[in-house]
């Protein structure tokens, strides 16, 4: 894990003297507690536990804390016992964490809000995989722009991680909401397809087919996750984003039907995107997945136009 991963981490749970804190609930009688902030609190303890500076090992928490309890939960209830044992870890971590993060914060490079990470997939083994895979970045990046392109900035020193800014008001948007649609393709997979809910659709699906045609399980998926594409795609642009640079909605749909196809492409090649470590205020990360307010991306972009307008308007004047 980057530095600044790890500093990102920290921060969600960091207060003003350096240190590690716990949000929690005192509940019935204190034989329990909620803790407001767990997937935030374990992101930064489990980050911290591969940093030996620190006595706690990562399968000392995992034995009592990881494995009992699901992760990525936002908040969880603890019986009194493992709250006191959560909150040993953090005290335990907290002795050293003010000299820690404060070395960690001199070392640390902010990046701009529009900066994506891309971390390279594993099968990248000859320079010919590099350039390979360099192509077909270009190529993807390529069909993402609308209002402004991917601007290589730097390798992220001694780790195989690119970065790139995005130029434009509109093309970075449309980029992290369409990996977020990339994201919640992957999940549906995974999720859905397992369920009775999809084994009913597709038994549906074949008692609609014309006779004598047939219909394989992965051919419906595809069908469906394509559908499911194009859907989530439309209702971005015309519901969520509502911006399109001059462009008809559905040509710009077409546009990023096809691009969001592709970046799914690398994302199963094992290619990961991540936010910059100073993502704008409308987006956020946690465990790899994006959460997006669009209500926000609308009010900047308002703001983005107003100043704009106000630059322009004299000259027109002159």
């Not at 000299?99 to 070392?107: A, G, Q, R, V």
């Not at 992965?218 to 642009?237: G, M, Q, S």
Request: proline content about 3%; some cysteine; aromatic content about 10%.
């Amino acid at each position: 894990m980057r530095l600044g991963e790890i500093k990102q981490k920290i921060d969600r749970v960091i207060s003003d003297d350096k240190k590690l804190t716990i949000k929690n609930e005192d509940l019935y009688g204190g034989q329990a507690q909620k803790v407001l902030n767990y997937r935030e609190i374990i992101d930064a303890l489990e980050a911290v536990s591969m940093m030996d500076w620190n006595d706690i090992q990562k399968n000392e928490i995992s034995e009592q804390l990881f494995d009992k309890y699901p992760k990525d939960s936002l908040s969880l209830v603890l019986p009194a016992e493992d709250f006191n044992k959560l909150n040993s870890f953090v005290s335990r971590v907290n002795e050293k964490m003010p000299i820690f993060y404060s070395l960690l914060s001199t070392i640390i490079v902010s990046q701009k809000e529009q900066v994506i990470n891309i971390k390279l997939p594993k099968k990248i083994e000859t320079l010919e995989d590099l350039s390979d895979f360099n192509n077909q970045i270009s190529s993807l990046f390529k069909k993402f722009q609308i209002d402004g392109q991917f601007e290589f900035k730097k390798f992220d020193r001694g780790t195989n991680w690119y970065e790139m800014y995005i130029v434009g008001m509109y093309t970075y948007p449309y980029f992290i909401a369409c990996l977020k649609i990339a994201q919640e393709y992957f999940k549906t997979k995974a999720e859905y397809f397992k369920s009775m809910e999809a084994k009913i659709s597709y038994e549906t699906a074949k008692l609609s087919l014309e006779k004598g045609k047939t219909l394989e399980f992965d051919d419906f998926e595809n069908r469906w996750l394509k559908e499911f594409i194009k859907k989530e795609i439309k209702t971005l642009v015309e519901e969520k984003i509502k911006e399109t640079n001059g462009e008809s909605n559905e040509s710009l749909q077409t546009k990023l039907v096809i691009a969001t196809t592709e970046l799914i492409k690398e994302l199963g090649e094992g290619t990961e995107f991540h936010l910059s470590l100073n993502p704008p205020q409308y987006t956020t990360e946690q465990a790899g997945q994006l959460d997006i307010n669009y209500k926000k991306i609308q009010l900047s972009q308002k703001i983005e136009d107003t100043k704009k307008r106000r630059i322009e308007s004299p000259k027109k004047e002159k």
